[in-house]
């Protein structure tokens, strides 16, 4: 009896653990993508900009033309956060998306998978109203630019991450009414 408790803990401690790492993982996904892209330019500006890729082209922020090739959030973010009036509110909304992501981050290397989804469909709720602002005001796509890669990627890890809570809850769950019985 005891082997075959052995065996049954063994598998359920290294489905756990990988899904607790796939869960990590995601989050990290999330993070990340504040990073990556969220507009594209398209060829035209790129070859625009290798001929002059140091003129700075906002000079508030600090961006030239080379870096507003590829716009992340965090540039956005920069950028929304060195004008005046209003504006500051998107630099809110994008570091706020920032910081819930990060904060399903930690929940997901806690090993809370519910918590972990709960602020992970925050942050996918927070960059579709970006998205959904961003297409309102025109300013995205346009002439030059269309959307970067970090839109789906918020799309793509709440997804799994909501997938992988939703498993490893069930894994948790079979786990105890195993350990129950053979307990018993």
Excluded: H
Aim: charged residues 15%; glycine residues 8%.
């Amino acid at each position: 009896m005891d082997e075959k408790k052995e065996r049954l803990d063994g598998g359920y401690d290294g489905m756990l653990i990988a899904t607790r790492v796939a869960l990590a993982v995601a989050a990290v996904g999330l993070v990340i993508a504040f990073f990556l892209p969220w507009a594209s330019a398209d060829d035209a500006y790129r070859e625009a900009a290798a001929q002059a890729p140091e003129i700075v082209v906002y000079e508030d922020a600090g961006i030239t033309t080379a870096q507003a090739a590829d716009l992340s959030l965090l540039e956005f973010a920069q950028i929304y956060g060195s004008m005046e009036g209003t504006w500051t509110l998107y630099m809110y909304l994008m570091y706020g998306l920032l910081g819930i992501s990060a904060v399903s981050l930690l929940c997901a290397a806690a090993g809370k998978p519910v918590v972990t989804s709960v602020f992970a469909l925050l942050a996918c709720a927070l960059s579709r109203l970006l998205v959904w602002d961003y297409e309102d005001r025109g300013a995205l796509p346009n002439a030059t630019y269309d959307w970067g890669i970090a839109p789906a990627i918020y799309l793509g890890a709440t997804v799994a991450i909501v997938a992988i809570a939703v498993w490893m809850v069930v894994i948790r769950r079979k786990g105890k009414a195993t350990q129950a019985t053979v307990g018993a």
